[in-house]
């Protein structure tokens, strides 16, 4: 029988399936590997050169833009962010895992059986549900997209002749785009990925045409969207491990989702293969992987509660707390430094211990 059999093959799967290099491990995804680009795609890049991708990265600063109305504050983080080609990183990724990857359009599970559109039933010693935020080997099914726990985020990809504002990593925290949510601009090479995320599902259609007339953006060449899953998940049932946005790892306010993505990716495979070689017992694997996503769950519950709150702070309150956060308000060429209030010290994979 497989040893593993990871649904999804993107930040989580792939991360999972390099820890697992060495098994007998299957990867299903209904897309092939890359193709469907959903994130903007940014990331720290020590976890880009952890990941053995910087030859993905396609821009990177270390200069973060926050606009409230008027106010601009240019914000110096302590690190460097970097934007990658999606495709290209999950295939230097997946170079770097020797799983066999097929094409399966997963519909659910019944007990130890993952089953497929095409009448598909796969089993395997331990299974990897890394579908992102469809959560598809949930046992009571898939996750809708009218989920209310749902954050969702759409994306235009700009050429950069046609972005005049163009440079580093933008974040309009506006009420004018949208209610609940915000607007962002990172460069990324030869174009600009300007996009808008809800924490409140408005329409992003209409957020996205203000955030064009903003920015004086012309037509994108490629567009993609989807949903985001903040809220954490039970993250072990029976033989299943999920990761990633399939456990609602993605970090609120921020839909920063690649770091959680590729640290409970790390940490399931490095868990199942310590299984797998006898060093743990599977009921010991399961208990740590449910000790590392508890441990995060205050950090978890703190953020999604201002998530929810968000819609009611008017521009001012929203200037008051930049400020809180970083200082006042940039004039010139001035800089402010990052409070970086533990935010990036966490989920680090590069930090995760061989066996979490
Ligand atoms: C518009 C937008 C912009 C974003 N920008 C950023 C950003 O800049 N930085 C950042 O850190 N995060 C960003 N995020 C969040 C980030 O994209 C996600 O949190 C991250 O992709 C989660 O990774 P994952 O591996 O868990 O799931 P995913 O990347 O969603 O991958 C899931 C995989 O499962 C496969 N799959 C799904 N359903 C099935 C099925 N039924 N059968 C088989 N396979 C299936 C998919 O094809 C896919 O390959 C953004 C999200 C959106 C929507």
Redesign the pocket.
């Known amino acids: 029988m497989t040893e593993v059999l990871i ?8 991360t999972a399936a390099r820890e697992l290099r060495g098994r007998d491990v299957l990867i ?4 092939p ?1 890359g ?2 680009q ?6 720290p890049v020590r976890i880009a050169a952890w990941l053995g991708i910087e030859d993905a990265i396609l821009f990177e600063d270390s200069l973060m833009h926050i606009s409230v109305g008027r106010e601009r504050w240019d914000v110096r983080l302590p690190e460097a962010f970097g ?1 990658i080609d999606y495709e290209r990183a999950c295939l230097l990724l997946a170079a770097q895992s020797d799983a066999r990857v097929e094409r ?4 659910g599970r019944e007990g130890d059986t993952v089953v ?2 095409d009448g598909e039933r796969l089993t395997a010693n331990w299974l990897i549900d ?5 959560r ?1 080997l949930d046992a009571s099914g ?1 996750t809708e997209g009218r989920d209310p726990h749902l954050v ?4 235009d990809h700009v050429p950069t002749a046609l972005a005049p504002q163009a440079d580093g990593f933008g974040f309009y925290l506006e009420k004018s785009l949208l209610r609940s949510g915000y607007g ?1 601009s ?1 460069a990324a090479g030869d174009h600009v ?1 300007a ?1 808008v ?1 809800s924490f409140i599902k408005e329409p992003l259609q209409p957020a996205m045409t203000r955030l064009r007339e903003r920015d004086d953006l012309g037509a994108g060449r490629e567009h ?6 903040c809220v954490p998940r039970t993250p072990v049932d029976g033989n299943v491990l999920f ?4 456990a609602g ?3 609120p306010i921020t ?7 590729v640290f409970f ?1 790390a940490g399931a495979g490095r868990l199942v293969n310590a299984a797998l070689a006898g060093t743990l017992t599977a009921a010991e694997a399961r208990s740590r992987y449910r000790a590392l996503h508890a441990e995060h769950l205050g950090g978890y519950a703190k953020l999604n509660r201002i998530q929810r709150l968000y819609r009611y702070l008017p521009e001012p309150v929203l200037r008051r707390l930049v400020t809180r956060g970083v200082g006042q308000p940039t004039r010139g060429d001035g800089e402010v430094a990052f409070r970086s209030l533990r935010y990036l010290d966490v989920l680090r994979p590069e930090l995760l211990p061989a066996l979490p």
């Open positions: 649904v999804g093959g993107s930040f989580a799967g792939l299903v995804d209904r897309s590997i193709a469907h959903t994130s903007a795609c940014a990331l934007v399966v359009r997963v519909t497929g559109a890394a579908s992102g935020w469809r598809v898939a969702i985020g759409t994306e962002w990172f990925r996009g995320g993609h969207g989807g949903a985001i899953a990761a990633g946005d399939a790892h993605a970090l839909l920063e989702g690649i770091r959680p993505a990716g």
